[in-house]
Every structure is written in C-alpha cells, then in structure tokens.
C-alpha cells in the first residue's frame, strides 16, 4: 500500500487497521495448524524471492554482497521461521499453574491468545531481517500486522511489499510504505500492540504517540556496544572479529562493535592488528561485490563530521582501507576524548574508537557510566574476569569470544534494556510478546472457597490462615 498525498492518511491507515480488526472478529483466532501454514507460506516466499531481496539491498545500499544479505539478513528470518513451526505447538498448549490451598480443588492455566492488530515500524539497515522476522513473530502468535518499512531503503521496501501481497490478504498482512510523516501516524495508531526497531530517539517519539492510545510497545533500540579485551584475550581471533563487525554491511548493524576497551600496554599491538584485519576483510569483501555502502550521502557525511570533530579535539585517525593510512573507512580512531560526539552518538558504521584502561575495574566503570548498550562483547582467556564483567555490567546480550552471534541463537531472547530497548523478541520470547497470557481459574461446583468470603462461615479461619 502506497501512501501518495497527506491528506487523509490517517483514515486511510485507519481504514486499513478496521479491516484487519473485522477480519479478526470474523475468523477468531488462528489454530496451530493455520499459524504454521502461514509461517510456511511466508517462508516459501521468502525462498522464492531471494534473488530479488539481494538486488533490491544492493540497490539501496549502492552495494552490498549477496552473501551479506542471504546469510545476514534473510537468512536469520528463514532459521527463525524454522524455530517458531518446531515449537509452536507446545508454546500454544494450556499451561497449568499451582493453585493456593485456600481455593483448593480448583484449577488454574493461562491460555496464550493473540493480541490481535500488531504494527510493525522497520528501519533500513536489515530492511529484510527486521521487519519479516516481526512479522513472523506475530503470525506465530495468530495475529494480524501491519507492517511500515524503512522509506531510506526503498527498492527494499518495494520488494517486502511485492513478496507479501503475493501470499497474503491485506486483511491479514498489510505493508505501509512512507517516510517520517507515514510513521508519525502509523505510531499513532490503536493498535493491540506496536513493535518499533530503530534509532533511540524515534523510539521516543513513537513511545509517546503509542501512550495515547495505551498501545504497548516493544521498542528495539540502539545504543553504543563496547568491545571489552582482558589481558589474556586471543587478541588475533578478537581483532578478525572486530574488523568482520565493522566491515559486514559497513557497520551499520545494531549491535556492532561500537568500541573496544583494552589495557593501555596492549593498544598499539591490537590497532595494528585490527588495521591489517580490517584490509583483509575489506579485500575479501570488494571481491564479492561488496563492500557494502553506506545508505545515504547523509549518512555518510554524518560519519566524516564524527572523525573530523575527534581529530580536532586531538585523537589519531587511522585509515585501515585499501588505501592505507589515506582511507575514509573503515577507520580506527585512538584517544578520541570522551565528550567527543564519536565517544557520545552510536557510530553505525566502519569506525571504531580504541579506548585504554589500566585495571580493568575502569573498563567496567566506563560501562556503567553510560546507557546501558544493545550488545556486549567479552574477549577474555580466564572464565574468573569474564564472569565478573558478567556480573558486573548490564546489557541487552553478550557474546564471549565471539562477534554478533548471540542474534543467530532462536532460543535466547533478543533485546534491549534500558535505552537500548523495552521487551524482546526471537522464539518464545517473542511469541510471549505478542501472545496475551490469560490466566484462567476454574472454580469447583463444590469447595470451601465461598465460606471463606468476608462474613462467611469459615471466614475468621481463613483470615488467620491467609495472614499466617
Ligand atoms: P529510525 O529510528 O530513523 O527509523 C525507524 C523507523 O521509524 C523507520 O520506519 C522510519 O520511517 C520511522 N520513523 C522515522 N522518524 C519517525 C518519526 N518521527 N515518527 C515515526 N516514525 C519515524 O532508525 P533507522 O535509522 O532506520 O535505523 C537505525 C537505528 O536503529 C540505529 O539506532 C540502530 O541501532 C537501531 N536498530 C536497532 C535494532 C535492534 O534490533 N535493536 C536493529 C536495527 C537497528
């Protein structure tokens, strides 16, 4: 669906959403048989339009290789899809609960059902992963969604369109396409639930427009991921990851590596490392139609004024691109000072700032001083100090010894905390999200809860009991 003018907007999105609610009133909620067979369909048309969704990424990006987009981005949807028909079955059966003594024999169990309408706000930087994996999650949990992706990623956003009319009934799935102004009213919405991934400040704004309508949200956010390096870490496996963090879709991934934190002494070694792993990287990259760009020209300058205002407050720049020392990107900046806008704003894209600490008490600190991030990695040798920065630090996820990879794990809960996001989402914890958990408790035709009520006859007793 194509919003052309202004006028009129809301009521046609209204419109939209009043079709869905009918459709939904009409058809009650969906089995398991009719979610896995939409799942099915989603993922067959997943497969069958792939050669499309890589050209249209590589449209929008200006270049992006096929294997980031098959293995990154559409990819992690199809394994998700996967995840959700395996285990729906028993994510959707009653579950009993534990009845207190005083309301013996009766029963107790939630029953899962479906929220109802779920609008789906997508950004552009995995325009395939984070708007149909979503969607998946609804459907899962019998709903209806609407679906506005990222206006920065157009021939992306054309293609989801294309892919799901073809299986889809808009009454079921319908996809919203258009900028700030379609956003701003698709948030205010009253929908039965509004998942929003994107930057944190839109994820304000979208936050607010949902309160009016008392809409919960789950809000996917971003946020600075830190890179913490113990003393002991495998510095060589580390610095290919960093490099593969920064390079794979130019860093403009949420939970990149935003930084790194390492012992002053062992700084300089890594840079070089990470420098010559970062040529690689880009090398391998170049050879398979990539690298991939940077989205816009604005986006692009945004990045140049992020160097340029660490360089004139004094920090190294270092260009670690084909070109050497003379690349833009990818980029490792040294001693970049704390109030610059690089060490303030999430970077998404290829620059990576080295920060130094003595003890790793301050790599900590520095952690804990500042919002808590999407993502956190741990390179360390010895479980005694990962474990403590475990303990130590908050963060949506972590991955130990390792780059991004706890997003490809369906059965760990994927989010925020803080101001990097509210709620999550990937397997159940994703269908609990879109699910509403309806406790039900099944009274006996006989018991002794009714003597137990305020002025019957056991009530002295079971007042005592209850206060006991
Ligand atoms: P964005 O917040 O600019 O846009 C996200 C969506 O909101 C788009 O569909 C856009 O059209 C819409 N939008 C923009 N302005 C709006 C407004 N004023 N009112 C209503 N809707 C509006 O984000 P982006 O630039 O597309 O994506 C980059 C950000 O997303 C980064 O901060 C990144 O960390 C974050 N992100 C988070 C995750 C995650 O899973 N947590 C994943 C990817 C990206």
Known sequence: MQIGSEVGLRAELEAVLAAQRLAQAGAGAPGREARRADLLKLKQAIRAHRHNLVHAAAADFGARPADETLILDVGPVVQGINHLRRH???????????????????????IREPLGVVGIMAPWNYPFGLSLMPLATALAAGNRVMLKPSELAPESSRAIAALLREVFDPAQV?????????????????FDHLFFT????????????????????????????????SRDADFEKAARDIAFGKIANAGQTCIAPDYVLIHDEDAAGFAE?????????????????????????????????LMDEARDL?????????EGASSTFPAIVLDAPPDSRLMR????????????????????????????PLALYIYSGSGAERDRILRETQS???????????????DLPFGGVGHSGIGAYHGRAGFDAMSHAKGVFEEPRRSLIPLG????????????????
């Not at 490392?273 to 990287?281: T, V």
């Open 314 to 322: 004094g920090a190294t720049v270092i260009g670690a691109g084909p």
């Open 273 to 305: 490392r990470l420098a010559a792993a970062m040529k690689r990287a880009r090398a391998v990259a170049a050879r398979r139609e990539g690298p991939c760009g940077i989205i816009s020209d604005r986006h692009s300058q945004r990045l140049l004024s």
């Open 396 to 410: 949506g996820n972590v991955t130990t010894n390792g780059m991004m990879t706890h997003y490809a794990v369906d």
């Open 174 to 190: 319908a996809v919203v396409e258009g900028g700030v102004e379609t956003g701003a009213a698709f948030a205010g919405l009253p």
């Open 345 to 372: 704003e999430e970077i998404f894209g290829p620059i990576l700032p080295v920060v130094t600490y003595n003890l790793i008490d301050e790599a900590i600190a520095h952690v804990t001083s500042a919002p808590k």
């Open 198 to 229: 994107g930057s944190t400040e839109v994820g304000r704004k979208v936050m607010r427009a949902a309160a009016d309508n008392l809409v919960p949200v789950t809000l996917e956010l971003g946020g600075k991921s830190p890179v913490i390096l």
């Open 88 to 110: 729906l079955g028993r994510w959707m059966r009653p579950e009993r609960r534990s009845v207190p003594i005083t309301l013996w024999p009766g029963r107790a169990r939630i």
């Open 453 to 468: 009520r305020p002025g019957g006859r056991f009530a002295k007793l079971f007042a005592r009991y209850m206060m006991r």
